[in-house]
């Protein structure tokens, strides 16, 4: 054991020795002169292209000892720094760190620069010291042919290109989507790049080139699009299309390709693009190919080429050029009676036009040949279809009067259509159809009578009177006068016996013969008398008639009738009440007495005068009594039950204003209505009402009442009555349906009163008081403005004046002359016309409104 403890010791004891000297060598080295080359690496690794730098730094105890400090290149010459202002070069020295080291830069590592740089110095100047260093160069992953955007053709077999250069070479593999990509099926993996066979749009997308370089660990990755284009393809156009000279004109071109496709139009006949040239215009992005004005040189065929980089695609069309038809000849023609009429019309179009004929302003056309409507008329054409003619002509045979007037000359082609207006003239002679229909002429009292002629000829007629067979031209009688003007002539008659009174001969000529008329002149006398009044609506203060005419001569009517009437008690008819009517007017005699016993009688009027008095009627007046039925205003639609109320609409959902006239009041003033409106339904024919929802109000001297807050799409049964003292009248019913929906009402904020409105409604208020204190003095005391406007509107008839119904006191003459001093105590004549609407009655003398002098 102390052996083997001996031997331990001994080894442990050699050990400690052989460190001691390493670390005695190496504090040797230390304080020995060297050049150190950073980075301390022996061998530098650096890819082409890079730039590097070298620096020998002495370690030295003193180092203003050191000279000659330089790097040698791989051929062993010395690297020299680089020249003051010039650019620096690939290679050169450079002192750092305030000279004492030297640095070596390399701008762009090179393959031919690789090797083993050197290091030299002196030190102390006898001892030299060296250093040395090995540059590596390598090429790293760079992409050669690698676009990364790249555009195949669909269906062709293409080779997503990815060239890649590396020294040490690289290896490459390609992924989609972040998947590997197999070499396998359509999929093959080349140097060049990867081959996609009949490549489609699903291929499309973003592809990854992946590069790796494993001694050198190197990895880069390239990412290339590749879209897949579509070569263009032009829809066919028509192979012709026709434009309108004058007109514009625009084409379509449609085509489908990827990317989109632009468009360029040629004319093939020029070789021209056509939005070079003047009124064309292309639009490259659409297609559409626009012309402002078509012109006949445009006549050629045009192609459409739709270009993209896949290629391009054309198609072509003619464009054919339509002049519209233009009628160079329609002139009017003169031809007579019985004769043939040849109505030409010529035209020109391209195409050369179709022509047609008819009568202006109708819409049916004549069709080329015979007419079935009319086999007297022809329709002929011809055409030069190169100089672009056509001859349109109509033929009427046995022209006559009727086929006088204007002709329409239609021409047609593809372009357009031309109208030409045209007349014929038909002569013929002369004829009074027109005036055989005519009354005779009425005169009396030698007042001078007017005979006018005028005859229809073409050409125009020359007039001549006769009487007795002789010219009145050589008569010389001061009581025959001719006066001619234009067409027309004037015979003057003043008879001044009866030997005047007859028929007297107008005669025409012109060229194609000559025409007779006989035109007889009449006394003209009073009218007979009335046959026959019976009156048909009595009340107690009017009576309406029905008057029978009396016989009217031709030419010589009725312009009014007249009435008086009188008490029965009294004799005297000079003391009667008069009126007249137009013979159109309500026959109404008002303002009599209830209760009253009158006789009537009636006479006619014409222009000449007044008939004797005749169709005597005696009538009383009844007792003063209820109103009658008002009538309501407003016009029913159609019902289906003839028996059952009329009904009317409402234009409005809620409300409905409500119109009647004022009935007759039987003798007694009215003074309110009474409505009474009920909703309800009609079931079986029979009207059942809603009585909780009726609503009734007394309505004081009005003819209209609005009646609100209703219910849409509702029927109203509407009861209406008059009032007078003695009672209501029998009511008159109407069913009244509401419109449907619901009005809109729009709300308007009131403005603030400014202080002349507030003035206003206060004078308002005062007068509406002074009103109503004026109706109670008038209800109970008779007294006030209104009691005295009440006792002046309930005189007796006598006492009314004649446009208050007939009965001033100076109005009570009979329908007489009188002489003018003697009229003062008697009526003066009264008159009412009828319009439609009003009944207008003034007094005087009463002249016919359809009086024929």
């Known amino acids: 054991m102390a052996a083997q403890y001996g031997r331990s010791s001994s080894s442990a004891a050699v050990m400690m020795l052989l460190v001691w000297i390493t670390l005695l060598g190496v504090a040797h080295s230390q304080n020995q002169p060297r050049l150190k080359i950073l980075p301390a690496s022996s061998i530098q690794r650096k890819p082409v292209g890079h730039s590097l730098l070298l620096t020998c730094r002495p370690e030295v105890p003193d180092t203003n000892l050191i000279s000659d400090l330089r790097w040698n290149d791989n051929r062993n010459m010395t690297i020299l720094p680089k020249p003051a202002g010039q650019s620096s070069p690939m290679i050169y020295t450079e002192s750092i760190a305030g000279g004492t080291a030297l640095a070596l830069i390399f701008n762009s590592l090179q393959e031919s620069m690789a090797g083993t740089y050197f290091c030299a110095a002196s030190y102390s100047v006898t001892e030299k010291l060296n250093a040395a260093v090995v540059v590596e160069t390598y090429v790293a992953i760079t992409w ?22 590396a020294n040490p070479p690289a290896t490459v593999d390609w992924l989609r989507n972040g998947d590997q990509i197999k070499s396998s099926g359509r999929y093959v993996i080349e140097n060049r790049g990867l081959l996609i066979k009949n490549i489609t749009e699903a291929d499309d997308g973003v592809y990854t080139c992946r590069a790796a370089v494993m001694s050198t660990g190197e990895l880069k990755n390239r990412e290339i699009r590749v879209e897949v284009q579509i070569m263009p393809e032009v829809q066919r156009l028509p192979r012709v299309m026709d434009a309108v000279e004058g007109q514009s004109f625009s084409v ?78 329609f002139i009017n023609i003169t031809v007579s009676e019985n004769e043939e009429a040849v109505f030409v019309c010529k035209a020109f179009g391209r195409p050369a036009p179709e022509i047609t004929f008819r009568r202006y302003g109708t819409v049916e056309e004549y069709s080329i040949g015979l007419q079935v409507s009319d086999d007297r008329i022809i329709l002929e054409q011809s055409t030069d279809d190169e100089k672009g003619e056509t001859v349109g002509t109509l033929r009427i045979s046995k022209l006559a009067t009727t086929d006088d007037g204007l002709y329409e000359c239609i021409a047609r082609n593809r372009g357009d259509v031309a109208f030409k207006v045209g ?33 229809q000829a073409i050409p125009n007629a020359t007039i001549e009177w006769r009487f007795n067979d002789r010219r009145v031209q050589d008569l010389y009688d001061q009581n025959l006068r001719i006066e001619n003007e234009g067409l027309r002539s004037d015979l003057l008659v003043t008879p001044r016996d009866r030997r005047y009174y007859t028929a007297y001969k107008c005669v025409a000529h012109n060229r194609l013969g000559s025409a007779e008329h006989l035109m007889e002149l009449r006394e003209a006398r009073i009218p007979e008398s009335v046959p026959q009044a019976k009156p048909r609506v009595v009340s107690a203060t009017s ?70 008095w005749g169709a005597y ?22 019902d289906e039950e003839e028996d059952s109320d009329p009904i009317v609409t409402s234009p409005y959902a809620d409300h409905f204003d409500m119109r009647w006239s004022i009935p007759v009041d039987n003798g007694e003033p009215i003074d309110m209505y009474r409505i009474k409106y009920c909703p309800g339904t009609k079931v079986n024919g029979y009207w059942t009402e809603m009585e909780e929802h009726c609503i ?23 009861e209406l009555m008059a009032h007078n003292a003695i009672g209501f009248s029998k009511p008159a019913h109407v069913l009244m349906k509401t419109a449907r929906g619901i009005d809109v009402v729009l ?27 004026d109706l109670l003095c008038c209800a109970f005391g008779n007294l006030g403005i209104l009691a005295t406007l009440c ?20 109005e009570k003459q009979p329908l007489n002359t009188q002489p003018a001093a003697a009229a003062s105590p008697l009526k003066v004549n009264s008159s009412v016309e009828f319009d439609g609407r009003v009944v207008h009655s003034r007094s005087g003398e009463i002249i016919g409104k359809n009086s024929a002098v």
């Open 617 to 638: 009627v005696d009538q009383s007046t009844p007792r003063r009594s209820e109103p009658e039925t008002p009538r309501i205003l407003h016009t029913p639609i159609q």
């Open 144 to 165: 050669k042919d690698a676009p990364t955007d790249q555009r195949p053709l669909m269906g062709t077999d293409y080779i997503v290109r990815c060239e890649v250069t």
């Open 791 to 810: 006792r002046k509107t309930k005189r007796s008839p006598s006492d009314l004046d004649d446009e208050a119904k007939l009965g001033r006191e100076d």
């Open 696 to 718: 009734e109000q007394d309505i004081a001297r009005m003819t209209n009442y609005e009646m609100r807050n209703l219910q849409a799409d509702t029927y109203y049964r509407i």
């Open 252 to 329: 379509m071109c449609n085509a489908t390709g990827k990317p989109v496709p632009e468009f360029q139009w040629i004319k093939k006949g020029t070789q021209q693009n056509a939005a070079d040239l003047d009124r064309f215009s292309v639009n490259s992005i659409t297609g559409q190919l626009d012309i402002s004005t078509v012109e006949q040189q445009d006549h050629d065929n045009y192609a459409c080429i739709a270009r993209n980089p896949a290629g391009h695609s054309e198609s072509v069309m003619k464009l054919n050029v339509l002049i519209r038809p233009k009628i160079i000849e």
């Open 543 to 612: 009576i309406t008639f029905d008057i029978m005419a009396p016989p009217v001569e031709p030419g010589l009517p009725l312009t009014a009738f007249s009435v008086q009437w009188k008490e029965q008690f009294q004799s005297d008819w000079n003391f009667a009440f008069n009126r007249t009517w137009s013979p159109d007017s309500p026959y109404i005699v008002e303002g009599l007495r209830p209760q009253t016993a009158y006789s009537f009688r009636f006479a006619a009027r014409n222009v000449v005068g007044l008939s004797q």
């Open 423 to 455: 007349h014929i003239t038909v002569e013929y002679r002369p004829i009074f159809d027109h005036m055989k229909a005519l009354p005779p002429v009425y005169t009396w009292e030698e007042r001078t009578a007017n005979l006018s002629c005028f005859a």
């Open 747 to 773: 709300r308007v904020d009131s403005p603030t009163l400014s202080s002349a409105a507030v003035i206003g409604i206060v004078i308002g208020s005062v007068v509406l008081l002074l009103i109503i204190a």
